[in-house]
């Protein structure tokens, strides 16, 4: 069985992204992008909701001006088997599987048939995936930034009952905390 977790950067003051969608926080330099390099490494599976698989296909895409670090990334991030969760998007690209309806359901089997670690990312699906208890760990990645507004980490309405796991120091300031549900 996999073990899922939801982890994405995040500001000081609980937020992912700007009240718009965008991804307005510092980009990882080549110390932390090698931390989630080895993250991606060991991925078995990524989930991605509608709005991080917009981001995230940015890594299945030539990029010239890409360092070796972000390169390796592109790389692992190819092999890893991916699914998204959209009921809006009409197709995938091959190698990608689409989840069009009953994102819990999918889930859970997905989950049952996975071996090793299932990466989710999106507040929207892991609020979801999240309530249904499905997820194993949520992993914070707290930049040294205040965006003061946006999309929080936490979807609206999800207050799961946590317990801490622990935390780690990395580079650029970042402070990964680790909560598993009680």
């Not at 980009?27 to 509608?50: K, M, T």
Request: negative net charge; aromatic residues 10%; glycine residues 10%.
């Amino acid at each position: 069985m996999g073990h899922v977790t939801y982890g994405m950067l995040v500001s000081v003051d609980g937020f992912i992204a700007d009240p718009d969608g965008r991804i307005t926080l510092p980009v990882p330099g080549a110390e932390l992008h090698r931390y989630f390099n080895e993250r991606q490494r060991e991925s078995s599976l990524a989930i991605y909701g509608r709005r991080m698989w917009d981001v995230m296909r940015y890594w299945g895409e030539p990029d010239p001006d890409r360092d070796e670090v972000a390169d390796e990334f592109a790389r692992e991030w190819a092999r890893t088997p991916k699914v998204v969760c959209s009921a809006s998007l009409a197709a995938a690209p091959d190698g990608v599987t689409l989840i069009a309806s009953d994102a819990v359901a999918a889930v859970r089997r997905l989950k049952s048939e996975t071996d090793g670690e299932i990466e989710v990312s999106g507040a929207s699906l892991a609020g979801s995936i999240g309530a249904a208890g499905l997820i194993d760990e949520f992993r914070l990645f707290v930049q040294p930034v205040v965006l003061g507004r946006g999309i929080p980490y936490f979807a609206d309405g999800f207050r799961p009952e946590l317990r801490f796991v622990g935390s780690e120091a990395l580079p650029q300031g970042v402070v990964l905390n680790r909560y598993a549900p009680r």
